[in-house]
């Protein structure tokens, strides 16, 4: 079985700053997906950045960048240029390949973006 | 990407009674899941809803509880049965469309109380 933890229950950041939100896991798989979601109070689950285990190169998207460690089982968020609309829960969430596609779950950081 | 309606929204029950949810998918999708999000927690999977047979549940979540449908590619319902205080939660449908980039898509959830 999988599972991801999130050591950060709250974290917050000044705008235009920069954060990062950390996750471990564990897996004895070879082959997985790594992903942030983001939700806000609207709870709509949103997908912020996935990172395929196979691709050494860190997954990048606009201000979202990932710091995947796979030996060490690390898979941070970077948010450069923090906004205001970044306020929200981000969980990280794990992913096997093959033929069962759930998600496991962290347990989530709330991150707070300050004016 | 897959657009998922959820519906209802929100619903205040009584205890003893039973809500549907109901997931619809604007595209064939391979797999279809509903996961639990308690207050103030992250997501548990309860089960994968299988097209045509019983649904494949999690440890902990049990068929008379918790009864999935889903008749075909499209739609899904589940259904918490005998609603106690305690099944207050977020109820989610999620969907993987494998030849999406097996990106996980979420409904808006369905935030049920417990009365």
């Known amino acids: 079985a999988q599972t991801v933890t999130q050591s950060q229950p709250e974290m917050s950041v000044q705008e235009a700053e920069t954060v990062t939100l950390s996750c471990t896991y564990d897996t004895s798989e070879s082959n997985y997906y790594l992903f942030w979601y983001k939700q806000p109070p609207s709870r709509q689950m949103i997908l912020v950045i996935r990172q395929e285990a196979y691709k050494q190169q860190n997954a990048t998207e606009n201000r979202f960048s990932v710091n995947f460690q796979k030996a060490a089982k690390s898979f941070s968020l970077k948010i450069s240029d923090s906004q205001l609309g970044d306020t929200a829960m981000y969980f990280c969430a794990f992913m096997k390949s093959g033929s069962a596609r759930q998600l496991t779950f962290g347990s989530g950081t709330q991150l707070t973006v300050l004016p | 990407s897959a657009v998922i309606s959820q519906k209802p929204s929100r619903d205040i029950c009584q205890r003893g009674t039973s809500l549907t949810i109901q997931c619809q998918v604007d595209?064939?999708?391979?797999?279809m899941f509903w996961y639990r999000q308690q207050p103030g927690q992250s997501l548990t999977l309860i089960a994968t809803a299988n097209q045509g047979s019983e649904a494949t549940y999690e440890s902990g979540f049990v068929i008379d509880k918790f009864p999935i449908s889903r008749p075909n590619l499209t739609f899904s319902t589940l259904t918490v049965s005998n609603l106690s205080p305690e099944d207050s939660s977020i109820y989610l449908c999620?969907?993987?469309?494998?030849?999406?980039?097996?990106?996980?898509?979420f409904g808006q959830g369905t935030r049920l109380t417990v009365v």
């Open positions: 999620s969907v993987v469309a494998l030849l999406l980039n097996t990106e996980a898509f």
């Open positions: 595209s064939q999708v391979t797999m």
